[in-house]
């Protein structure tokens, strides 16, 4: 059973920073992708950015230039540099991870999500 665990998130301002991070721990599979969705009052969860254990990024275009995704693959983290922060980031970020089962099936496991409140 694979565990996701989040921490960081919180209040920032307007232009402020915050950090996210995401370990997973009990799986005797390998962690391929792993990266972030947000869902925000009332909107459907979206991408944040997703790594490959090859260092391969994808970001939102809402993101992009502004976050940084990356990942330490020994130890099954990953984490999300949020800069030039705006109040519409402002929602649950959930971290997401793709165990590998075998060469042609896996899953998607999910965190419990952590706030992330952009206000002045």
């Known amino acids: 059973q694979v565990r996701l665990v989040e921490s960081g998130g919180g209040l920032a301002q307007p232009g402020g920073s915050l950090r996210l991070s995401c370990a997973a721990s009990?799986?005797?599979?390998?962690?391929?992708?792993m990266g972030w969705y947000r869902q925000a009052p009332g909107k459907q969860r979206e991408l944040v950015a997703h790594?490959?254990?090859?260092?391969?990024?994808n970001y939102a275009s809402s993101v992009k230039g502004r976050f940084t995704i990356s990942r330490d693959n020994a130890e099954n983290t990953v984490t999300l540099q949020m800069n030039s922060l705006k109040p519409e980031d402002t929602a649950v970020y959930y971290c997401?991870?793709?165990?590998?089962?075998?060469?042609?099936?896996?899953?998607?496991?999910w965190g419990q999500g952590t706030q992330v409140t952009v206000s002045s």
């Open positions: 790594i490959t254990t090859g260092g391969s990024t």
């Open positions: 997401d991870a793709y165990v590998v089962l075998t060469s042609t099936s896996g899953y998607t496991e």
């Open positions: 009990g799986s005797r599979f390998s962690i391929g992708t």
